[in-house]
């Protein structure tokens, strides 16, 4: 029986598009041994029509890549996503994406095949990245029957984490402010924010939050990305 479902699982992997077929062996690929600092990340974002897990949808997903801290500024991605749920008006009013910026917007699977192609091998990063997570594996498991390999760092657990182990953040940052959400995190660490509630201006921002982060690991003890990802994983 168990070479059965072997047989069949092989058979589905063949069926997947290329980008989905490596991730089935992205585990084996990863080196984990690797800094932080020659590591590839992926920061990532989703609008959504909700949060309800069961019954909202993703309407756009954003992100940049990192060469460690240093962002890569041509490497990026967005896209607009015909979602598979009502487009509500409480959705509308944070992220402000209408029926009509829709009208042209790509099919769910269409969106899916290319962000898993262009994050390929990377780390994924976000904000309370569990959400994000859970709308991106839920539509893949539902498209294609699989979900991400890549492994993930939230960058409210990390700052969790470098609050109550790095001196330096400390003393420095930590009566600014006790509210966890992204945009009161860039301003406590002087990031600008130009437009909120968009998929790729909130990956950009997330990006320039590990930026602050990364550099205060290596005193903290964290050389591997092991290590980090002990530390801040969603």
């Known amino acids: 029986m168990t070479s059965f479902f072997n047989r069949l699982a092989r058979h ?22 690797t800094s932080p600092a020659e590591t590839l990340f992926v920061a990532f974002d989703t609008e ?7 019954n909202d949808s993703i309407v756009s997903i954003g992100a940049v890549k990192l060469q460690g801290g240093r962002i890569l500024p041509t490497k990026t991605f967005y896209r607009l996503v015909q979602p598979d ?34 994050i390929d091998d990377g780390v994924l990063i976000g904000h309370f990245v569990h959400i994000d997570l859970t ?13 991400l390999k890549n492994p993930a760092v939230d960058t409210s657990t990390l700052d969790d984490w470098l609050s109550e182990n790095s001196s330096y953040m400390a003393r420095h940052f930590h009566c600014k402010t006790l509210k966890t959400d992204l945009f009161s995190l860039a301003k406590k660490y002087d990031i600008t924010v130009r437009k909120a ?3 790729f201006e909130d990956a950009y921002i997330t990006a320039q939050l590990f930026q602050r982060f990364i550099r205060f690991l290596p005193q903290c003890g964290i050389h591997t990305l092991k290590e980090l990802l002990a530390v801040s994983r969603p």
């Open 12 to 33: 589905r992997a063949r069926d997947l598009p290329e980008s989905l077929r490596k991730q089935t062996t992205l585990k084996k690929r990863l080196d984990y041994r």
């Open 48 to 54: 959504l029509t909700g949060l309800d897990f069961k």
């Open 85 to 118: 749920s009502e487009l509500k008006h409480q959705s509308v009013v944070v992220h402000e994406i209408t029926h009509s910026d829709l009208e042209r917007a790509s099919a769910l699977p269409e969106v899916l095949e290319e962000f898993i192609e262009f």
């Open 135 to 147: 709308f991106v594996n839920r539509a893949l498991k539902k498209t294609f029957g699989c979900t």
């Open 197 to 199: 509630h968009n998929a």
